[in-house]
């Protein structure tokens, strides 16, 4: 059993839908993290969130803490949004619980 | 600018060889991580660093040594141990245990 599950797993989309990425885990937390790998290969930290809601520009991430859940959303997608966006939960005060990640292909 | 850089971005080695992989940061962060990701798994913890001079082996250490003399800089070296060593490997750092991770651009290694 994994700790942290993500769906879906691959995602298409046509360019300006409104996109969903979820996240649930199984162990308590004091914060989850939203990352983004581009093609590349590089990771960068979109989300760093304990509680309800942030939103930076065009995304927004949700954490509902008693249902352990946590949802990534694009608005307006563009295919520049295209990457693996991952869920993590930290544990044992300084590792993470990684997510397999979901695939994101918009098209234009 | 601050950041997290890696080298080298490839890497390709012969079996029974040694290869090192540089993590160097300049963001004064304490903790510092060492990931391997493999196709369609989630990032798997090799070593940790929380502090010069100290480090902890992660679920997949086996194979692999680090060290951390300077706080700035945490190299990995994959070592003829590891039975299957080609893969993507990710260095990582963050101010406080749990706190935001700040990833390099990565290292691919092929063992040939």
């Known amino acids: 059993k994994n700790e942290v599950e993500q769906s879906p797993q691959n995602l298409t989309a046509q360019e300006g839908e409104f996109i969903t990425i979820n996240c649930s885990y199984s162990?308590?937390?004091?914060?989850l993290h939203w990352l983004q790998q581009h093609p590349g290969g590089g990771i960068v930290s979109l989300f760093m969130?304990?509680?309800g809601k942030k939103k930076h520009g065009r995304l927004i991430a949700t954490i509902n803490i008693q249902e352990k859940h946590s949802s990534l959303h694009i608005t307006a997608s563009h295919p520049r949004d295209s990457a693996v966006y991952i869920c993590a939960v930290p544990y044992t005060g300084n590792q993470f619980y990684f997510g397999t990640g979901t695939s994101l292909t918009v098209i234009p | 600018d601050g950041g997290i850089t890696q080298s080298p971005k490839y890497l390709f080695r012969k079996e029974g060889q040694n290869v090192t992989l540089s993590c160097e940061q300049n963001?004064?962060?304490?903790?510092m991580y060492w990931y391997r990701q493999d196709p369609g798994q989630g990032l798997r913890l090799i070593y940790y660093s929380q502090i010069v001079n100290d480090f902890q082996k992660g679920d997949i250490a086996e194979g692999y040594s680090v060290s951390r003399e300077k706080k700035e800089s945490f190299p990995l070296t994959v070592t003829s141990a590891q039975k299957n060593p080609t893969a993507f490997y990710l260095c990582?750092?963050?101010?406080?245990?749990?706190?935001?991770?700040?990833f390099g651009e990565g290292s691919r290694l092929t063992v040939l």
């Open positions: 162990v308590g937390i004091s914060a």
């Open positions: 963001l004064n962060h304490d903790a």
């Open positions: 969130l304990s509680s």
């Open positions: 990582a750092s963050s101010r406080r245990p749990s706190g935001e991770l700040f």
